[in-house]
């Protein structure tokens, strides 16, 4: 089998940078002006570039993550989260087709996906709108021996962005 991979999509990329950095720049102005004034409601001002910092961080971290398929082996980057996880294709249980809803009714996006199962590791969702050379990957993957398991909806809680995976149940250790 060839070598096939998915780069990262630069538009994302940078617009997720400069948000990050946005609300860098703004804790740092924060405690800068904090150390110079012992003023204690900076302290909770504080907190909102904090969060959102947080928050951007780990929404970028699930969405970011590159394939590389070479001889009958899947390796996955999830950079942000400084992991790599080696699969064999026996290793990996299926697939399935998605589709991601990013945003709300009259401002929603929504990009391809598909999500690799496997018998040891978590679901991992590989999103198009955030990889490049998606279809290539996608094509090998349909190519292989991994089994397909179908067209799962996109799922997730009621009150936070945490996706539920249709097929998890089949794969469960």
């Known amino acids: ?5 998915t780069y ?3 538009f994302p990329a940078i617009f997720y940078l400069f948000i990050f950095l946005f609300f860098l720049i703004f804790a740092c102005l924060l ?4 150390i110079e004034s012992s003023n204690f409601w900076l302290i909770l001002i504080l907190t909102i570039p904090v969060s959102f910092l ?3 961080y780990v929404h970028c971290s699930n969405y970011f993550t ?3 398929i070479n001889n009958n082996q899947i390796t996955i980057y999830q950079w942000l989260k ?11 249980s299926g697939y399935s087709l998605s589709e991601v809803s990013f945003g709300e009714v009259t401002l929603s996006f929504k990009s391809k996906s598909f999500v690799i199962y496997s018998k040891y590791e978590n679901p ?4 198009k709108g955030f990889n490049l050379n998606y279809d290539m990957v996608l094509q090998n993957i349909k190519n292989s021996k991994i089994v397909k398991f179908g067209f799962e909806p996109y799922q997730t809680n009621k009150y936070f962005r945490i996706r539920k995976f249709k097929y998890d149940y089949l794969v469960k250790k």
């Open 1 to 5: 089998m060839e070598k096939v991979r």
């Open 8 to 10: 990262p999509n630069p």
């Open 31 to 34: 405690i800068i002006a904090l």
């Open 54 to 56: 947080i928050l951007t």
């Open 66 to 68: 590159l394939l590389l």
């Open 82 to 92: 400084l992991k790599v996880i080696e699969l064999k294709f026996e290793e990996v």
């Open 124 to 127: 991992i969702e590989i999103i």
